[in-house]
């Protein structure tokens, strides 16, 4: 998993608060990829973006959750007003390019806990 | 909806056995792969495997890809306790690539 850096890896939320979950993606890479792992399940797909540009938001929540990928800094996956059942795992990963043959690269994972 | 289907969803067995875990898809696929995922950890790529009736090794682990390119297995010979894990399948959709997971196989390997 090196290369791709999340942070923060535990993020402790009330609900009604808002998190922010980064995402630095590996040198040289310009996709990135958010998924959500809920307990002893798979990961689901939540969006796709390009360096300033949303390119997949299918996998999103309609409310609350949002992402960006800015022209400098890192990947963001932001979630407004939190409910328990956002608490889960938000992985991200990062490819030279899209499409469907090219790896992916996972981070670590931030672990979002609700109380 | 494309659906991966994993089994079994659990097993635990002891240093030293075989096992074979599978995957099955709802349609054919576009470009299977195959995850490992450790606890606290983010999932790591195995194998990716493209062509009907393929074949893939890696040290101990087999990969097999049905010829119809709808069902996949994973084959672990002598197991060890650092196999332990959880063994994901994916496919990678559309044009964009972003992946569908299967839930996953939860191996335990008791020394």
Same mark, same amino acid.
């Given at each position: 998993?090196?290369?791709?850096?999340?942070?923060?890896?535990?993020?402790?939320?009330?609900?009604?608060?808002?998190?922010?979950?980064?995402?630095?993606?590996?040198?040289?890479?310009?996709?990135?990829?958010?998924?959500?792992?809920?307990?002893?399940?798979?990961?689901?797909?939540?969006?796709?973006?390009?360096?300033?540009?949303?390119?997949?938001?299918?996998?999103?929540?309609?409310?609350?959750?949002?992402?960006?990928?800015?022209?400098?800094?890192?990947?963001?996956?932001?979630?407004?007003?939190?409910?328990?059942?956002?608490?889960?795992?938000?992985?991200?990963?990062?490819?030279?390019?899209?499409?469907?043959?090219?790896?992916?690269?996972?981070?670590?994972?931030?672990?979002?806990?609700?109380? | 909806?494309?659906?991966?289907?994993?089994?079994?969803?659990?097993?635990?067995?002891?240093?030293?056995?075989? $096992? #074979?875990?599978?995957?099955?898809?709802?349609?054919?696929? !576009? =470009? @299977?792969?195959?995850?490992?995922?450790? *606890? %606290?950890?983010?999932?790591?790529?195995?194998?990716?495997?493209?062509?009907?009736?393929?074949?893939?090794?890696?040290?101990? $682990? #087999?990969?097999?890809?049905?010829?119809?390119?709808?069902? !996949? =297995? @994973?084959?672990?010979?002598?197991?060890? *306790? %650092?196999?332990?894990?959880?063994?994901?399948?994916?496919?990678?959709?559309?044009?964009?690539?972003?992946?569908?997971?299967?839930?996953?196989?939860?191996?335990?390997?008791?020394?």
């Amino acid at each position: 998993n090196a290369g791709v850096m999340q942070n923060p890896r535990h993020l402790v939320r009330r609900r009604g608060q808002e998190a922010r979950l980064r995402c630095s993606p590996m040198k040289g890479h310009s996709h990135v990829y958010w998924y959500r792992q809920l307990p002893e399940e798979g990961l689901k797909f939540m969006v796709y973006l390009q360096k300033e540009n949303i390119i997949d938001e299918s996998g999103m929540p309609k409310e609350r959750f949002s992402a960006e990928f800015p022209k400098e800094g890192p990947s963001i996956l932001r979630i407004q007003q939190v409910v328990r059942g956002d608490s889960a795992a938000y992985f991200c990963a990062s490819s030279p390019s899209g499409g469907r043959v090219q790896p992916q690269h996972f981070g670590d994972g931030t672990r979002l806990s609700i109380l | 909806t494309q659906l991966l289907e994993q089994s079994p969803q659990f097993l635990s067995i002891q240093e030293g056995e075989n $096992l #074979t875990v599978y995957c099955n898809s709802s349609s054919v696929f !576009s =470009s @299977l792969q195959w995850y490992r995922q450790e *606890p %606290g950890e983010g999932p790591v790529l195995l194998v990716t495997v493209v062509t009907g009736g393929e074949v893939k090794k890696l040290k101990r $682990l #087999t990969f097999q890809f049905g010829d119809a390119r709808k069902d !996949s =297995s @994973l084959h672990i010979t002598a197991a060890q *306790p %650092g196999d332990t894990g959880l063994y994901l399948c994916a496919d990678g959709s559309g044009n964009t690539g972003k992946l569908i997971f299967g839930q996953g196989t939860t191996l335990q390997v008791k020394p």
